[in-house]
């Protein structure tokens, strides 16, 4: 038998009724926000599954089949589905490089807060602020009328072979400035003394680089690359700018067509589906690979 | 996440120096190394402004050279010849403006919770927020579209704010926790000794502290909205419901021979929010260095 203390179960009454309000609280708090991101994400990605497994034609047709895997199996020996997926890879993979490597460059050059850089700062990133439709329109102007009188070379929006690098180049002018502000940040976190020590033992500008900044950086490379790789991946409008273009045909505008323009919602879908568990799989082996390398201040 | 923390200190305690290293040869090949690549980034820009002030003769004769006679008389022209300008403006007004005020607001609320407080419920709350960012647009869209076509909300304006925000709920969910944890709580605490209730201490204690942020996430879901194409494309189905992405694309496709009114309507939409950037801008820097924002 255990005595029941009165002023102890009192307290713990008390206790309970103030977690109660708190966590009440707590949850009308993020009530809105969850509302909101259940209606337009959770909800019908949980949706958007079953309809992966159907011959669902129309969009709102009533009457479907289950197929089980088929649909799967006929995008992944589709030569179509094959091509917009190497598009999407080549373009992701020059896009992630171009824009980490341009932006790491910028941010080692400007990376200290004085009025001279601050102003470079804000003129990097202005490209950010243009829309994707836009700065794919006149980035064709800029490479017919700037770019070809300048070198000789042909516009690569309208060449098969060049139009990935093409669009590339837009996103990397456009994001790169994001990429160098992420990087700033992280340098500025550097501390000094590091840098002191180093060059007190004759460390030149090189050594500083693969030895300090780099493994400093890593939270940072791991925030870009994850961010560029998503973005990268679910690349629709540059693509769909030069639609006519076979050969920047992207996943997402394949997706696109097929759901909304071809009728096929469950080919389509399955489309989709692949795309996410792409982006999942490859977002989650970045972060696992670099937060290995990773080192604590 | 340590880094975000870490990097929240910009406001809250001092920034680290390294020692620079000398010499003014270093020094002016740094300068003119940057202003070369500024005017190659610039040039786009210069392009449009260009191309939107020369006439139709003009244009067509020396596309580089600086105009004879700068005009304004294409922007006149696109706004009177167009109705899908002003269409277009009004509607990525009115959604652009609810959205990013919705998502102030929500965000912020959820944000604060989700970074005060760790028991498992809160992380599994924070890992559903964010795994939104790894779904694109084009798994849900077709789901997403139906619902809201079925709420007779497709095509209007509301129905897009809806979708915008709830699809943009994640990102923003993402960048101003981890600013939040940079906020020392000490505040918060001497408040709620001092007797005052939960909502009250959000809205006078932390929210204010979270305006390097807000203004950041203010400023980039504009960016976001505004901008946005594959959103619109998919629920904006009627003329009358485009937004300014939407419209371009169409007057582009319609207007390959006048390339002057193109370029003036391509300047007017971006004009608005360089302006707003340009405004803000200490605050945008700043803001998306604290918080590693993911968009």
């Not at chain 1, 895997?69 to 992701?92: G, P, R, V, W």
């Not at chain 1, 940040?185 to 900044?213: D, M």
């Not at chain 1, 679910?234 to 909304?260: G, H, L, P, W």
């Not at chain 2, 919770?113 to 927020?129: D, E, G, Q």
Request: hydrophobic share 50%; aromatic share 12%; with cysteine.
């Amino acid at each position: 038998m255990t005595a029941i203390n009165p002023i102890r179960l009192d307290r713990k009454r008390k206790l309970t009724r103030y977690a109660i309000r708190e966590h009440g609280g707590n949850i009308l708090f993020m009530l809105p926000a969850f509302a909101l991101f259940a209606f337009v994400v959770l909800v019908p990605f949980i949706q958007s599954i079953p309809v992966s497994f159907t011959d669902k034609k129309a969009i709102f047709a009533k009457q479907w089949n289950f197929v089980g895997l088929e649909n799967y199996i006929k995008l992944l020996k589709s030569s179509s589905f094959q091509d917009s997926f190497l598009h999407t890879a080549h373009f992701t993979i020059v896009y992630i490089l171009g824009a980490n490597i341009l932006g790491l460059a910028l941010a080692l050059m400007i990376w200290r807060s004085c009025r001279f850089n601050n102003v470079i700062r804000t003129l990097l990133f202005m490209p950010f602020t243009v829309s994707l439709v836009a700065a794919t329109k006149v980035w064709s102007y800029v490479y017919t009328d700037v770019l070809m009188p300048l070198t000789g070379m042909p516009s690569p929006l309208g060449i098969s072979s060049q139009v990935i690098y093409g669009l590339a180049a837009i996103a990397i002018w456009r994001d790169m400035g994001y990429c160098m502000l992420i990087y700033i940040a992280a340098l500025q976190s550097i501390p000094g003394e590091y840098y002191e020590a180093a060059r007190v033992e004759g460390a030149n500008f090189w050594h500083e680089f693969k030895c300090i900044t780099l493994p400093m950086i890593v939270p940072a490379i791991t925030a870009n690359v994850t961010l560029v790789l998503s973005w990268g991946l679910r690349c629709f409008d540059y693509s769909q700018m030069v639609i006519n273009m076979k050969a920047a045909k992207t996943t997402a505008v394949f997706v696109y067509e097929y759901i909304f323009g071809n009728s096929r919602a469950g080919l389509g879908q399955a489309g989709a589906i692949i795309l996410t568990l792409v982006l999942v799989i490859l977002s989650n082996i970045v972060t696992t690979v670099l937060r290995k390398r990773e080192v604590e201040v | 996440m340590a880094q975000t923390a870490r990097s929240a200190s910009v406001y809250f305690g001092k920034q680290a120096s390294h020692p620079p290293r000398r010499g003014i040869l270093r020094k002016a090949l740094r300068v003119i190394v940057l202003l070369i690549i500024v005017g190659i980034v610039l040039t786009p820009f210069y392009i449009s402004l260009l191309y939107s002030i020369k006439s139709h003769s003009d244009i067509s004769l020396n596309r580089l050279a600086w105009p004879q006679e700068p005009t304004l008389n294409n922007y006149v022209r696109v706004i009177q010849e167009n109705k899908y300008v002003a269409i277009g403006f009004k509607n990525s007004v009115l959604t652009t403006i609810p959205t990013t005020l919705i998502l102030l607001l929500t965000t912020s609320m959820a944000s604060y919770v989700l970074a005060r407080y760790n028991s498992k419920f809160y992380k599994v709350m924070y890992s559903l927020f964010i795994s939104g960012v790894l779904v694109p647009f084009q798994c849900i869209m077709l789901p997403l579209y139906v619902n809201i076509y079925n709420m007779g909300l497709a095509s209007t304006n509301l129905g897009f704010i809806i979708a915008r925000s709830g699809f943009q709920v994640s990102i923003s969910v993402l960048s101003v926790t981890g600013f939040v944890k940079g906020i020392p709580r000490d505040l918060e605490q001497a408040a709620s000794i001092d007797g005052c209730g939960r909502l009250r201490t959000f809205w006078q204690i932390v929210f204010p502290l979270m305006t390097p942020i807000n203004v950041t996430q203010l400023v980039l879901n504009t960016l976001f909205v505004w901008n946005d194409y594959s959103t619109a494309v998919v629920l904006l189905r009627e003329d009358s419901s485009r937004t300014l992405p939407l419209a371009q694309i169409i007057y582009f496709g319609e207007n390959m021979t006048e390339l002057n009114l193109a370029f003036a309507f391509f300047m007017l939409s971006m004009i608005p929010i360089l302006i707003l950037y340009l405004s803000t801008q200490r605050f945008i820097v700043a803001g998306i260095m604290s918080g590693a924002v993911k968009g």
